[in-house]
């Protein structure tokens, strides 16, 4: 069986979420939890390297919960300094990874599903790299400058689409790509860009409705509806 190293990149300030959304309550379980839970019972995830420059108030907030000692103490559980930017956070924990095959996935994308997870890992394997994706249901513009600006033209929604976590690749292949990257490290905003930017495929499937990013208050009121939907709790709809 292929071992995946788990990268959960959580330095983020948090910012539009007014801070702390890592460890803010979601349905009773801080949302990092709720994040490492879904790959720590894994028997195909090998380790989970959490990325942070929080790890006191990370890990003060397991320690408030019950059965904590499950995650703490958990082998797989390893922690890495944060770096300046996203990709430097990628890169930090990548070179201390110990497993052939990494699978980045954002620390605020607690809902992704045992089902998703399984089916961009097969599709890593099998074409080297992958990534969940949703396809464009707006009208995307392209434009001049930041807001207020002028329209250049509209992409067509057909060749576009919305990328999820987790985000699968070799090790070796992602280090390359950083170590060679033809822009400056912080203009990379999604982990397998730094394999486009070197001319490696990626594929990329499916993605989920549910397995959003929570960046703000209304992400997370969100999440918390589904968590609280009959197809979740159990109950029958009439």
């Known amino acids: 069986m292929v071992s995946f190293s788990v990268i959960l990149p959580a330095a983020g300030a948090s910012l539009r979420f007014g801070g702390g959304k890592l460890i803010a309550d979601l349905l009773g379980q801080p949302v990092i939890v709720r994040t490492i839970n879904a790959f720590l019972p894994r028997a195909d995830v090998a380790e989970i390297i959490v990325a942070t420059s929080q790890?006191?108030?990370?890990?003060?907030?397991i320690a408030a919960l019950q059965h904590a000692d499950v995650i703490l103490n958990s082998p797989k559980l390893r922690w890495c300094a944060g770096g300046a930017t996203r990709a430097h956070t990628v890169q930090n924990a990548a070179q201390v990874s110990r497993e052939n095959w990494l699978a980045i996935h954002d620390a605020a994308r607690p809902l992704v599903s045992q089902e998703l997870i399984d089916a961009v890992f097969a599709a890593a394997i099998e074409q080297g790299a992958a990534a969940p994706a949703l396809p464009v249901s707006?009208?995307?513009?392209?434009?001049?400058?930041?807001?207020?600006?002028r329209v250049i033209r509209t992409l067509p929604r057909r060749t576009l689409a919305a990328m999820q976590t987790p985000q699968c690749m070799k090790r070796e292949i992602l280090l390359a790509a950083l170590a060679n990257c033809p822009i400056p490290l912080d203009e990379v905003t999604d982990d397998v860009q730094l394999l486009e930017l070197i001319g490696h495929p990626v594929m990329l499937v499916p993605g989920e409705e549910q397995n959003l990013k929570l960046t703000t208050r209304m992400d997370a009121r969100i999440a918390s509806e589904w968590l609280q939907s009959p197809s979740q709790t159990g109950e029958s709809q009439t």
Request: aromatic share 0%; hydrophobic share 40%.
């Open 55 to 61: 790890r006191e108030q990370i890990e003060a907030c």
């Open 138 to 149: 707006v009208t995307i513009k392209e434009v001049a400058a930041p807001l207020p600006s």
